[in-house]
């Protein structure tokens, strides 16, 4: 499998975001990744069900959605008549995780559960055959902008060793402070998908900086092979 680079619009000016979807997706973003957080599951508040559907007209490449949220079986289904191709929720946030990933499924949507920095590997053991994906928080979520959590590197190997062992290939997506200086090492530890926000829209030039990260991914794929 290759790898994937997922832009994350929370970096991105909001009053244009269908030119920042437009600028990534020209430099080879594979997926475009959407934070939704709700001022209580995290400390900040972002946007909800409407903004995907218009950001759902203007992207050709599948919406990524990231709920930080609590109580996010409330919201699935709106995610996913807004348009959503894959929808991923916090195993800190959900107490009948197995069900909300079958709610998910049932949407024909593709369900991803999301493990904090404190949270262990063994966290998604019993759902390792079930899941889609899964995605490995690198920062603490809340915020974009933050610094790479290097422990993180050691957790992707672990994920991945857990979700072989389930005879699972579910990817691994990485979340938070990636940029072009460790990209190639999240890859060699197993990321498959990769979320970057500041490193593509902090920059002069988005569709350059994703179309360089997507080299960096795929080179460091190639070597890990
Ligand atoms: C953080 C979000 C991330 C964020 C990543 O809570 O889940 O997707 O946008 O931003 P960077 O790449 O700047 O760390
Ligand atoms: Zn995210």
Same mark, same amino acid.
């Given at each position: 499998?290759?790898?994937?680079?997922?832009?994350?619009?929370?970096?991105?000016?909001?009053?244009?975001?269908?030119?920042?979807?437009?600028?990534?997706?020209?430099?080879?973003?594979?997926?475009?990744?959407?934070?939704?957080?709700?001022?209580?599951?995290?400390?900040?508040?972002?946007?909800?069900?409407?903004?995907?559907?218009?950001?759902?007209?203007?992207?050709?490449?599948?919406?990524?959605?990231?709920?930080?949220?609590?109580?996010?079986?409330?919201?699935?289904?709106?995610?996913?008549?807004?348009?959503?191709?894959?929808?991923?929720?916090?195993?800190?946030?959900?107490? !009948?995780?197995?069900?909300? =990933?079958? *709610?998910?499924? #049932?949407?024909? $949507?593709? +369900? %991803?559960?999301?493990?904090?920095?404190?949270?262990?590997?063994?966290?998604?053991?019993?759902?390792?055959?079930?899941?889609?994906?899964?995605?490995?928080?690198?920062?603490?979520?809340?915020?974009?902008?933050?610094?790479?959590?290097?422990?993180?590197?050691?957790?992707?190997?672990?994920?991945?060793?857990?979700?072989?062992?389930?005879?699972?290939?579910?990817?691994?997506?990485?979340?938070?402070?990636?940029?072009? !200086?460790?990209?190639?090492? =999240?890859? *060699?530890?197993? #990321?498959?998908? $990769?979320? +970057? %926000?500041?490193?593509?829209?902090?920059?002069?030039?988005?569709?350059?900086?994703?179309?360089?990260?997507?080299?960096?991914?795929?080179?460091?794929?190639?070597?890990?092979?």
């Amino acid at each position: 499998m290759s790898v994937l680079i997922a832009p994350s619009i929370l970096a991105a000016d909001f009053a244009a975001l269908g030119d920042a979807i437009a600028a990534a997706e020209r430099g080879g973003a594979d997926l475009i990744h959407v934070d939704v957080m709700d001022g209580h599951f995290v400390p900040n508040l972002t946007i909800g069900p409407p903004v995907v559907k218009s950001l759902k007209r203007v992207v050709t490449v599948p919406l990524d959605v990231h709920l930080m949220i609590e109580e996010p079986d409330r919201y699935i289904e709106a995610f996913a008549e807004a348009g959503a191709a894959m929808i991923s929720v916090h195993v800190e946030a959900v107490t !009948h995780l197995h069900r909300t =990933v079958q *709610a998910i499924k #049932a949407l024909g $949507v593709k +369900a %991803g559960v999301v493990l904090n920095p404190a949270t262990p590997a063994f966290a998604i053991q019993e759902l390792a055959a079930d899941v889609d994906f899964v995605l490995v928080m690198s920062v603490n979520p809340g915020f974009g902008g933050q610094t790479f959590i290097p422990r993180s590197e050691s957790k992707l190997r672990e994920v991945r060793a857990l979700l072989d062992s389930a005879g699972s290939s579910a990817p691994i997506e990485i979340d938070g402070g990636v940029d072009q !200086h460790n990209i190639a090492r =999240v890859v *060699a530890a197993g #990321a498959r998908m $990769v979320v +970057a %926000g500041s490193a593509i829209f902090n920059t002069a030039d988005p569709e350059r900086a994703t179309r360089e990260l997507k080299a960096a991914a795929l080179g460091a794929v190639t070597v890990a092979r």
